[in-house]
C-alpha cells in the first residue's frame, strides 16, 4: 500500500504563488507514477500534472502548463506542485495521486489508486 499526505494549501491573490507538497510513504519503490488532480467547485476531479518516478517525464495540462511545475524528491520522497501566475480558476481541492501500473503514460488519469486527502487552494481575485 501507499500513503500520501498533502500539505502547503492556503489562500493567495491572484498572480501570486503557493508550493504543495505530499508525503509519500508505504511502499513508495513500487510507485510507477505520481500526479495532482484538481476538483473545482462543482466540477469532477481532473488530473493535471504528473511524473514518472524512474524517468522523471513530466506532463501537463494545457490549463497549467507554463504555470505549475511538478517535481519529486526522491531521497524525501516528496512531490511538489509549485504554482505560479494563480487564477481564480484555479481555486479547488488539490490531490496527490498515484500508482503502480508499470508501463502507462503517466498522463492515463484512470490508472491512479492511491490518494491523499486533499488541500484547498484558493485564489482571491
Known amino acids: 500500500q501507499v500513503q500520501l499526505a498533502e500539505s502547503g494549501g492556503g489562500s493567495v491573490q491572484a498572480g501570486g504563488s503557493l508550493k504543495l507538497s505530499c508525503a509519500a510513504s508505504g511502499y513508495v519503490n513500487s510507485i510507477a507514477c505520481m500526479g495532482w488532480f484538481i476538483q473545482a467547485p462543482g466540477k469532477e476531479r481532473e488530473g493535471v500534472a504528473s511524473i514518472h518516478s524512474v524517468s522523471g517525464h513530466k506532463h501537463y495540462t494545457d490549463a497549467v502548463k507554463g504555470r505549475f511545475t511538478i517535481s519529486h524528491d526522491n531521497a524525501t520522497n516528496t512531490l511538489y506542485l509549485e504554482m505560479s501566475a494563480l487564477e481564480a480558476d484555479d481555486t479547488a481541492m488539490y490531490y496527490c495521486?498515484?500508482?503502480?501500473?508499470?508501463?502507462?503514460?503517466?498522463?492515463?488519469?484512470?490508472?491512479?489508486?492511491?490518494w491523499g486527502q486533499g488541500t484547498k487552494v484558493t485564489v482571491s481575485s
Open positions: 495521486a498515484a500508482h503502480r501500473r508499470w508501463g502507462w503514460e503517466c498522463s492515463m488519469w484512470s490508472n491512479y489508486n492511491y
